[in-house]
């Protein structure tokens, strides 16, 4: 655990810091109280993925959720934000793993089902990555085609070179890659061809104003056709309205994520969800 905890600490609090610093110092020292307590009050939700063509349910995204004594509720996206800078995501990344993972290995009734876990950039920077993911597996009893790794293009792009080789290793391994929130990033697309992807993940921001919006549309059909012409599956997320949903699926989209599916749940409700929907 200790080799976990990391070893950067943000600078000491100061009188003359805005609020914002505050709250990020206590965010940080909130949550390296959590890890310390293997946990405490981190927890994950799990969002439902489902095949655009019959809707059957076909894995799920690992979500972090967070609510401190104090703190109230912090967003996965502040929690992250704040772990990143102060190097406490690596400690908590591998938490998000292990967790996951474990639960993973408990969706087999009737069929096993895919994971998916986001990984941040100095998740992926971490030297040890690939050894902790091995490690990981191992441990939890999950077989590797069963995880899949969400990585955005900024965090590829930050770790192009050292990263490649990593990812190469992940996929050689039977780990999927996905891009996540594509379209939002560097627009580089160099990494398609270079890298072992397997999926994009269609940003909600682009699903949004479906089916009205021509340059949504636009947008969708192409980034479809992109990743098809390059062997890759597309997931749609952010879906909320059949609507949305009927455009996509006509469109080519493999997968489809979205409160009009449904909203991401506790474990407990994704096993029943899961023996409800596929038994
Ligand atoms: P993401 O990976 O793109 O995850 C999808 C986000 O969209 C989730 O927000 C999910 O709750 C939300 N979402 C899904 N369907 C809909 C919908 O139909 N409508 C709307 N409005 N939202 C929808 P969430 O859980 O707040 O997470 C936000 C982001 O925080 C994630 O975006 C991801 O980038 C990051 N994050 C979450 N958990 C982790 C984690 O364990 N590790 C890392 N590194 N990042 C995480
Ligand atoms: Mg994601
Ligand atoms: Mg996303
Ligand atoms: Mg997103």
């Not at 190097?87 to 009734?109: E, F, K, S």
């Not at 992926?124 to 293009?153: K, S």
């Not at 990812?167 to 270079?194: C, E, K, N, P, W």
């Not at 340059?215 to 909320?240: K, M, N």
């Amino acid at each position: 655990r200790a080799k976990e905890m990391g070893k950067n600490r943000c600078v000491r609090f100061e009188p003359s810091m805005n609020q914002a610093v505050v709250r990020r110092q206590a965010i940080e020292h909130a949550l390296r109280a959590e890890l310390e307590q293997q946990g405490g009050g981190l927890a994950l939700h799990y969002q439902p993925l489902f095949s655009a063509r019959g809707q059957a349910l076909v894995g799920a995204e690992a979500l972090l959720r967070w609510t401190h004594a104090e703190l109230g509720p912090v967003s996965p996206l502040e929690a992250v934000s704040v772990a990143e800078d102060c190097g406490l995501i690596v400690p908590l990344g591998y938490w998000v793993l292990r967790t996951a993972c474990r639960d993973a290995a408990r969706w087999t009734a009737p069929g096993p089902l895919r994971v998916a876990v986001n990984i941040s950039a100095r998740q992926l920077g971490d030297p040890q990555f690939l050894e902790r993911v091995m490690d990981i597996l191992r441990e939890e009893g999950l077989p590797a085609h069963l995880l899949e790794i969400e990585l955005t293009e900024t965090v590829l792009m930050e770790n192009m070179e050292a990263g490649a080789h990593t990812l190469h290793r992940l996929s050689q391994l039977g780990i999927h890659l996905a891009i996540d929130d594509f379209g939002t990033g560097y627009s580089s697309l160099a990494y398609l061809r270079q890298l072992p992807m397997r999926r994009l993940k269609i940003d909600r921001s682009f699903v949004r104003d479906l089916p009205e919006q021509e340059h949504s549309r636009t947008i969708v059909t192409a980034i479809v056709a992109l990743a098809h012409g390059l062997g890759l599956q597309v997931t749609a997320e952010g879906v909320e309205t059949p609507q949305q949903a009927d455009y996509l699926v006509q469109q080519g989209c493999d997968v489809l994520q979205g409160y009009v599916f449904a909203r991401p749940m506790p474990v407990a409700q994704f096993l029943a969800l899961q023996a409800g929907t596929t038994a």
